[in-house]
């Protein structure tokens, strides 16, 4: 059984900091692209950063500039460090992995239970 398990949300002001971390655990052969995606009240979950395992990284224009996504292959992990971080960042956090798990013979997609972001002075 393949599991991923967020960490790192909170509250916290307008322009404060906060870092995500997700973690893969269970019956893994191999992960593949890694992100972070983040669905808020009234609206439909959205991709925030995605990490390749060769470390190319993607942004979603709101995001640029203030976000910085990590991860450590070795340990299946991946990170969020956001900063600056607005109102409108408000939101539940998911994690996303593409894991090729033991006695499965596709990849898929796996999902974090999510970890709620609120910024609000």
């Known amino acids: 059984q393949v599991q991923l398990v967020e960490s790192g949300g909170g509250l916290v002001q307008p322009g404060g900091s906060l870092t995500l971390s997700c973690a893969a655990s269970?019956?893994?052969?191999?992960?593949?692209?890694m992100g972070w995606y983040r669905q808020a009240p009234g609206k439909q979950r959205e991709l925030v950063s995605v990490?390749?395992?060769?470390?190319?990284?993607n942004y979603a224009d709101p995001v640029k500039g203030r976000f910085t996504i990590s991860r450590d292959n070795a340990k299946g992990t991946v990170f969020l460090q956001m900063n600056s971080l607005k109102p409108e960042d408000t939101a539940v956090y998911y994690c996303?992995?593409?894991?090729?798990?033991?006695?499965?013979?596709?990849?898929?997609?796996?999902w974090g239970q999510g970890t709620q972001v609120t910024v609000s002075s």
């Open positions: 996303n992995a593409d894991i090729l798990a033991r006695l499965e013979s596709e990849w898929r997609g796996y």
């Open positions: 269970g019956s893994i052969l191999s992960i593949g692209t």
């Open positions: 990490a390749t395992t060769g470390g190319s990284t």
